[in-house]
């Protein structure tokens, strides 16, 4: 099916019309499938009438792990098969049938529990029951997680050959929950060659029109929308949405136009909404569209293009234990400090991608990969390369990568094609082609060059389009072979005439064997970007290296009005004997002082020093402060053996008030003003965590108990057992000194009384993510009130906005931060 050939239109909300039926949907709605099949039909008939070419089976949830809240997980298949079969009874070959494939509600690790492997299992269960009973494509929607709707589409293919549509939902900042913004996920799935990509659910049809235009800017795939019908709001003891099917009318055309081609409704829409957009688009073709062209790599929150048209990208290089016995003990012992240390670092001195190699020899590659990337995208915000030839070791490796990242690498010999380029097609990610086959190294050009053509060629079989690939024709020592030399610069040019593919190289490779290595590099750095290199792998710690390359950016154009170089160098001041003297004799004075205390010291730049204080400034000092850091950091396995240290001199609530909460109200602080997101202050919060449990086991000791504030019951409200948010706002609580009772999902307002009384409960929160359990929420606050219990209610959920929760009478709670803030006050706890 061709997605170009027309604006396509896809029906409304499912469950607005089952409640317009006054269908009961406090419990599993996959369940009606077998239980109100007529309605169904009759739902799915109204909007074929409307104008739907695409309808959505009602399978949102039919994955074992949602089910299971229902004691229904031994029954995808079945529940499954009956609503891909009642769609198609319903559509008559007047419409597509799509498999709707909603989140498992849980998160994906490093942020969650569940392993990669374990999400692609759940979801190709219920993702092979929907192709065998005859769905046309498949739907992957309303994801948070970057992570999960991967393992999706990867699920998918695994089980099927349907078109698969993937759509993400934002939040009112643009980025998803766990902060990915549109443009990433365009990119990252446009690798995964999906049919569709884009946007639903979550916000009002106003919302969109920058999200499908910072999609269609780096994305030539299909564009999928359908957006809520405003936001919910309660009248009479029933939800409605406020946005009438004019407002969708009007919308339809602008999202064309913003580069929309398949258009549609979710929450609160009806076939009326979808009659609206039919009219609005029945004239219209999709607009053409001309994306940024460059290769893309992204992690979860980044997006990186190289090539060209783009500044020379530095590629850090020192996560690789290749002569460094420091780094190569460390990963023996299964030692990660040091790989999250020099992430830190490189980025803080500019580097725009990581690579990540730990070849030693010995060792579980596989398994320490796994544990590497995951320790990177944990500590820093940039995309990264993934440096290894152990096909197992790249499978970890990806399965644990957020965004699209660059395989590194596939050569032209045959095990590299055979082994490695078929797993970086499966998960989309970029690759660098190596100019080296069986024969060995080229010192010619154009015998590089003709290997690199034959990687291309192998890529292209596999799905992998040139501007997926990026070249490294290999740089040889100038000591050994000065003529190489002069070729791979020869070759670099060739390369991009012929293939216009983007190209890298390992730069410090031309001044092994000579001395003042620095200024061979830099000088050949130089010469490469004229001759059209578009990244260099390098130390980004080597500032005559990075003055370099923003210097030769401004003279080849790829600096445009040298702003880069400018802002950058600005106040550049060079460097005199006396401050170079200065600085080393103030590393020795800080490396004796840690040898004197018995511990070690990573010496930073005066920059990044003046920067850390400026930022850090009520950090206390000492251990304390260390304790603090790692709170930052997200470390919880390094926070340990320094909380150990720490009770030494210090008492446990001590500790936790001087370096643990005021950490914690740091990192709060950073992710409301946007400086990070969900992923990093959750790994913040379990850092927390781990010392609590130190702190918890030498109270105990000590014949005394860690002191909390008060005791918070919690619970996602009756019909409704999405957990993600109610979870993470307990994690925030608990880590930043309260007691939390944990009701759990699905939870009738008479348990929540009970609870209240026997716990003697300060606060209550209450979670809610579907519209049709908002009504729920509003009995359970009644309940509270006719047991005469005047206790505080928090409410909050993707469905609550302030205005409802004032008519419910609960306080307004608009993510994790806020709700502990709010807590605070409550119960007049001091700010940290």
Same mark, same amino acid.
Do not use: W
């Given at each position: 099916m061709d997605f170009w050939s027309k604006v396509w239109v896809l029906d409304g909300g499912m469950g607005t019309m089952l409640m317009e039926a006054g269908v009961d949907v406090n419990f599993a709605p996959e369940l009606l499938n077998i239980k109100e099949p007529e309605v169904l039909k009759k739902i799915h008939t109204a909007y074929i009438s409307a104008g739907a070419d695409i309808i959505e089976t009602n399978t949102f949830g039919s994955n074992r792990i949602k089910l299971s809240h229902y004691g229904l997980e031994d029954r995808v298949r079945e529940l499954t098969a009956a609503g891909v079969k009642l769609a198609k009874e319903a559509a008559e070959g007047k419409a597509l049938v799509a498999l709707s494939v909603g989140p498992t509600g849980m998160f994906v690790e490093p942020v969650g529990d569940l392993t990669f492997d374990e999400v692609v299992d759940v979801f190709k269960e219920q993702i092979e029951a929907g192709a065998d009973a005859g769905a046309d494509l498949v739907l992957i929607e309303t994801m948070s997680d970057i992570k999960e709707a991967k393992a999706a589409v990867i699920a998918a293919k695994e089980v099927c050959d349907l078109p698969v549509m993937v759509s993400m939902t934002y939040q009112e900042d643009g980025r998803t929950l766990l902060g990915t913004p549109p443009e990433v996920s365009a990119a990252v799935f446009e690798g995964l060659k999906v049919a569709a990509v884009g946007a639903n659910c979550s916000l009002g049809p106003e919302s969109f029109v920058s999200l499908i235009e910072k999609m269609a800017q780096v994305t030539d795939t299909p564009i999928i929308v359908y957006a809520n019908a405003g936001?919910?709001?309660?009248?009479?003891?029933?939800?409605?949405?406020? @946005?009438?099917?004019?407002?969708?009318?009007?919308?339809?055309?602008?999202?064309?136009?913003?580069?929309?081609?398949?258009?549609?409704?979710?929450?609160?829409?009806?076939? &009326?909404?979808?009659?609206?957009?039919? @009219?609005?688009?029945?004239?219209?073709?999709?607009?053409?569209?001309?994306?940024?062209?460059?290769?893309?790599?992204?992690?979860?929150?980044?997006?990186?293009?190289?090539?060209?048209?783009?500044?020379?990208?530095?590629?850090?290089?020192?996560?690789?234990?290749?002569?460094?016995?420091?780094?190569?003990?460390? $990963?023996?012992?299964?030692?990660?400090?040091?790989?999250?240390?020099?992430?830190?670092?490189?980025?803080?001195?500019?580097?725009?991608?990581?690579?990540?190699? #730990?070849?030693?020899?010995?060792?579980?590659? %596989?398994?320490v990969m796994k544990q590497a990337v995951k320790t990177v995208i944990e500590t820093v915000d940039v995309p990264i390369m993934i440096d290894t030839k152990d096909p197992q070791a790249l499978l970890e490796g990806l399965k644990m990568c957020d965004g699209r990242p660059i395989v590194n690498s596939c050569?032209?010999?045959?095990?590299?094609?055979?082994?490695?380029?078929?797993?970086?097609?499966?998960?989309? %990610?970029?690759?660098?082609?190596?100019?080296?086959?069986?024969?060995?190294?080229?010192?010619?050009?154009?015998?590089?060059?003709a290997v690199v053509e034959k990687v291309i060629?192998?890529?292209?079989?596999?799905?992998?389009?040139?501007?997926?690939?990026? %070249?490294?024709?290999?740089?040889?020592?100038?000591?050994?072979? +000065?003529?190489?030399?002069?070729?791979?610069?020869?070759?670099?040019?060739?390369?991009?005439?012929?293939?216009? #593919?983007?190209?890298? $190289?390992?730069?410090?490779?031309?001044?092994?064997?000579?001395?003042?290595?620095?200024?061979?590099?830099?000088?050949?750095? &130089?010469?490469?970007?004229?001759?059209? $290199?578009?990244?260099?792998?390098?130390?980004?710690?080597?500032?005559?290296?990075?003055?370099?390359?923003? &210097?030769?950016? #401004? $003279?080849?154009?790829?600096?445009?009005?040298?702003?880069?170089?400018?802002?950058?160098?600005?106040?550049?001041?060079?460097?005199?004997?006396?401050?170079k003297c200065r600085e080393i004799l103030e590393k020795i004075c800080q490396l004796s002082c840690s040898y004197l205390q018995g511990r070690e010291v990573t010496i930073k730049s005066e920059k990044k020093k003046e920067e850390k204080e400026s930022s850090d400034e009520d950090a206390p000092s000492g251990v304390l402060g260390e304790i603090f850091k790692k709170v930052l950091e997200g470390d919880r396995e390094g926070i340990k053996p320094i909380v150990e240290e720490a009770l030494s001199s210090f008492e446990p609530m001590e500790i936790s008030d001087k370096a643990l909460i005021p950490a914690l109200d740091v990192v709060g602080k950073r992710f409301e003003e946007g400086k990070i997101f969900l992923p990093q202050m959750l790994k913040s919060a379990q850092a927390v965590q781990s010392a609590f449990e130190i702190l918890k086991r030498e109270m105990k000791k000590r014949g005394g108990n860690l002191k909390l504030s008060g005791k918070i019951v919690m619970a996602t409200v009756h019909g409704d057992v999405h957990e993600i948010g109610k979870n993470i706002v307990i994690t925030m609580l608990e880590n930043s000194g309260f007691n939390v009772v944990d009701l759990g999902t699905n939870v009738p307002p008479q348990k929540v009384v009970e609870a209240v009384k026997e716990e003697n409960a300060d606060v209550v929160g209450l979670s809610a993510l579907m519209t049709t359990t908002l009504p729920s929420m509003k009995e359970t606050i009644k309940a509270l009130r006719e047991a005469g219990l005047d206790v505080p209610v928090i409410v909050g959920g993707a469905v609550v906005t302030?205005?409802?929760?004032?008519?419910?009478?609960?306080?307004?709670?608009?993510?994790? +931060? +806020?709700?502990?803030?709010?807590?605070?006050?409550?119960?007049k706890v001091e700010e940290g």
């Open positions: 936001l919910p709001v309660l009248k009479d003891g029933k939800t409605y949405y406020p @946005e009438p099917p004019e407002t969708f009318g009007k919308y339809a055309i602008e999202f064309v136009k913003a580069g929309a081609n398949i258009i549609g409704g979710c929450c609160g829409t009806t076939p &009326a909404h979808i009659k609206a957009i039919k @009219e609005a688009v029945k004239d219209l073709k999709p607009v053409e569209r001309n994306p940024i062209e460059g290769l893309k790599v992204a992690s979860r929150t980044k997006l990186v293009f190289i090539g060209s048209n783009f500044p020379t990208r530095i590629i850090g290089e020192r996560i690789n234990p290749t002569g460094k016995k420091r780094l190569q003990e460390a $990963l023996k012992k299964g030692d990660f400090s040091l790989v999250r240390e020099e992430a830190k670092k490189q980025v803080e001195e500019g580097a725009d991608l990581l690579d990540v190699n #730990v070849g030693v020899p010995g060792i579980d590659e %596989a398994a050569s032209g010999e045959e095990k590299d094609i055979e082994n490695i380029l078929p797993i970086a097609a499966k998960f989309g %990610a970029n690759v660098l082609a190596l100019a080296i086959d069986d024969e060995g190294l080229k010192e010619k050009a154009e015998d590089r060059v060629k192998e890529c292209e079989k596999q799905g992998i389009e040139k501007d997926s690939i990026i %070249a490294d024709v290999l740089n040889l020592a100038a000591s050994a072979m +000065q003529e190489a030399t002069v070729e791979t610069l020869k070759a670099i040019r060739l390369v991009k005439e012929r293939f216009g #593919v983007a190209t890298t $190289l390992g730069v410090s490779n031309v001044s092994f064997g000579l001395p003042a290595r620095p200024l061979i590099n830099s000088a050949f750095m &130089a010469m490469a970007i004229e001759a059209g $290199l578009d990244s260099g792998i390098v130390n980004p710690g080597d500032s005559r290296m990075v003055e370099t390359i923003y &210097a030769s950016d #401004v $003279l080849v154009g790829k600096d445009k009005g040298a702003v880069r170089y400018v802002e950058k160098f600005q106040n550049y001041k060079p460097k005199t004997y006396d401050d302030p205005e409802f929760a004032e008519e419910i009478g609960g306080i307004y709670g608009g993510d994790a +931060q +806020q709700a502990v803030k709010i807590v605070k006050k409550l119960l």
